[in-house]
């Protein structure tokens, strides 16, 4: 073990006191008391956030009389309504936050939380809260420096090149699991100091920042086998076929937080060692380290996650989220005597993000974290969900993550009204990797992701390379779209273009009963979707030539089809109308670029409201290549109004019948 591992020891112990508790019983005869509960407003009522009136509580409940804490209730406006019921099995001091939205309610509310223990006896806590009336603040932070494309697994090796990786590229994970870093309890080896070992953790952040890139950080779940000496392990296997502990007991957290400022302490270190490198340092991601690294289960034998996925891979493999579902711990003792329910999940959620804002907002890194809260199905699950988000915007240095990056996903429209307005800061993982030649299948991820307006866009090491790509009807590889347009979605005023690319509705998630389900990708455009326009599927095919090195073996030619795109019927028009915001701040100059399919001959023209007032229309004349093209206008006198028919800007107007994909507003300089 490197000499850190010790000094590291002692640093986190020296911070963290870890006492794991030994459950006990109240004493035959001892006198019940009821136990003693404090409730503490953590955030909320103050109109200096964005959202006034979602409150954090800290709850802290004391049994008394060698009792154990065995249920809470929640009473939210104090009027003897309880619900949200949720089993512990605590004998000592237990402290759990919790989120509430309440709405448009303003005045003073009564909070109650009432605890039952094991002797019988209840006791009840309140506080009284006075909501404001009126809007909250919500600014838009500022584009992050660091925005551009990240990638994820493989250690960076596709596109670490040598020590030469693409220009275009910001930076890509560094990577470990926790049953490396913590080999024996409490002695933590993340490497070297100087990064000297390029196989550890630490030698992984020195690679990537000598390449002049930046670093995202990455710790797995992969839980350390003397973890279960100290609390229960699963007698099944997860997913992942690694057994994982109960993560609801507090003692587990206890160990699940050390890890965490151990973690954040080995960061602080490279930093103070290398004083170039904290710059490099992009954002760590929250994982929830549960019965796998990120998800919240929801349901005691039911496997709730963040998508179907998930499901359909433990099937056969039922998560027993029970006591009799897991072994006692090794070194002695019971395993906790509670089941995991839906209710847990809001609070295991909320204490994640408290661990991790305690380990890294010391050292101002950003920690990201997957914006949907363990829970019921339905609406009540989306409540909780909701109520999550917007706790953590509420909360500076805090924003969101997730793995949903596909062609089209519902997992998108977590992120609408946060990250795409600037309240909190994004990230993603793609769902999986792109098929080896689908270019399209990765430019749409990538489009979905600008469409959020996150500063961090990501994909596969193995994928990105689809980025290097050049349609033919382009001048320029299409990662230089990607990074034109990333993390300027909440910026209209300063952001250098408007874009919309044209595709179908997304579906509705059924499991889910999301409502937000979106229509096209883009940024200050929008479309009038009682126009003439039709959702059209895998339209033609684009030609790509491959503009990276030719040594890596990729092809140097590929063909797609054009995944989604929309038909305008012959003397029909679609219209779309530009945001203000957009608009006023750059005046009446702008390069038009509009790609269509040309399919036939035929005409089809940009038509605009002008300043000098009324239509002004720029025919295009298509010769039936077959191809997918581009068509550039440099227009002088753009007013965009919304003096066209349904307060249109401008309109795309078909002679023949003509299919277009995106449409690109770059202002003059």
């Known amino acids: 073990m490197h000499k850190q591992g010790t000094t590291l020891l002692a640093t986190v112990l020296s911070t963290i006191a870890l ?53 809470l209730e929640w009473d939210w406006e104090g009027n003897g309504e309880y619900g949200r019921p949720t089993p512990w099995d605590q004998p000592e001091r237990l402290r759990v936050v919790w989120a509430h939205d309440y709405g448009e309610k303003t005045g003073p509310v009564r909070v109650r939380l009432r605890a039952r223990d094991s002797a019988g006896s209840s006791g009840v806590g309140e506080l009284v809260v006075n909501l404001p009336a009126g809007e909250g603040t919500r600014r838009a932070q500022p584009r992050s420096p660091l ?99 109960m993560f609801w007991d507090p003692r587990y957290q206890a160990y699940r937080d050390r890890f965490l400022h151990a973690y954040a302490e ?41 998508n179907r996925k998930e499901s359909r891979r433990h099937a056969g493999k039922e998560l027993d989220l029970v006591p009799a579902g897991f072994e006692p711990p090794r070194a002695g003792g019971r395993v906790y005597d509670a089941p995991y329910r839906p209710e847990h999940g809001m609070p295991y959620c909320l204490g994640v993000h408290d661990a991790y804002a305690a380990a890294f907002g010391p050292l101002g890194i950003l920690t990201v974290y997957k914006p949907d809260v363990g829970g019921r199905y339905g609406e009540e699950k989306e409540r909780d969900s ?26 998108y429209k977590s992120f609408y009204g946060f990250t795409d307005t600037g309240l909190v800061r994004g990230y993603f993982e793609t769902y999986n990797k792109s098929p080896s030649n689908d270019v399209q299948f990765t430019h749409w991820i990538f489009l979905g992701e600008l469409n959020t307006g996150v500063d961090f866009l990501g994909c596969y090491a193995v994928s990105v390379h689809h980025a290097e790509y050049q349609a033919e009807y382009e001048d320029t590889p299409n990662h230089v779209f990607y990074n034109r347009h990333v993390g300027w979605k909440p910026h209209p005023d300063r952001a250098p273009g408007a874009w919309i ?86 005046g009446g100059r702008f390069t038009v670029s509009v ?36 068509a550039k206008l440099s227009r002088s006198d753009a007013g965009f109004g919304g003096g066209m028919a349904n307060q249109a800007d401008f309109a795309l107007r078909s002679e023949t019948e003509t299919t277009f994909h995106l449409i690109e507003l770059t202002p003059a300089k």
């Open 266 to 306: 080995n960061l602080r270190r490279l930093a103070a060692a290398h004083p170039g490198w904290r710059k490099h340092f992009v954002l760590v991601r929250g994982q929830s380290l549960t019965h796998d690294s990120e998800n919240i289960p929801s349901m005691g034998r039911d496997l709730v996650t963040i």
């Open 147 to 245: 925005a551009g494309i990240y990638t994820q697994w493989s250690g960076g090796k596709p596109v670490y090149r040598g020590g030469s990786p693409p220009k275009w590229l910001a930076g890509w994970e560094a990577f470990t699991i926790w049953q490396r870093v913590e080999k024996a309890p409490g002695t933590f080896d993340f490497g070297a100091i100087d990064g000297s070992d390029p196989k550890s953790f630490n030698g992984q952040v020195r690679q990537i920042i000598d390449c002049g890139k930046h670093v995202v950080f990455h710790i797995n779940a992969a839980y350390p086998d003397w973890l279960f000496d100290f609390v229960g392990r699963s007698t099944k296997p997860n997913a992942y076929n690694y057994h994982y502990p």
């Open 595 to 630: 790609v269509y399919h040309d399919d036939k001959p035929g005409k089809w023209a940009f038509v605009y409201d002008a300043l000098a007032g009324g239509e002004t229309t720029v025919p295009v004349t298509k010769k039936g290549t077959g191809k997918w093209c581009k």
């Open 386 to 411: 909701e109520t999550g988000r917007r706790s953590i915007a509420n909360r500076p240095g805090l924003g969101f993550w997730v793995t949903c990056a596909r062609p089209d996903s519902n997992g």
């Open 19 to 71: 006492n794991p508790p030994t459950l006990v019983r109240a004493a035959a005869g001892a006198e019940p008391r009821p136990p003693e509960v404090n409730i503490t407003l953590l955030r909320g009522a103050s109109l200096n956030l964005p959202f006034p009136r979602v409150c954090e509580f800290e709850a802290i409940v004391r049994p008394k009389a060698g009792a154990a804490v065995r249920l």
């Open 501 to 586: 690319a044209l595709k179908p509705p997304t579906p509705l998630d059924k499991q889910r009963r999301r409502e937000r389900c979106g229509h096209h990708y883009g940024a200050f455009i929008e479309e009038d979707l009682t126009d003439d326009g039709e959702d059209v599927l895998d339209v033609g095919m684009v030609r790509y030539t491959y503009t990276g090195p030719a040594d890596l073996g990729h092809p140097p030619v590929l063909e797609n089809p054009m995944r989604y795109a929309r038909t305008c019927k012959a003397g029909g028009e679609l219209r779309f109308r530009l945001d203000p915001r957009f608009r006023q701040k750059h």
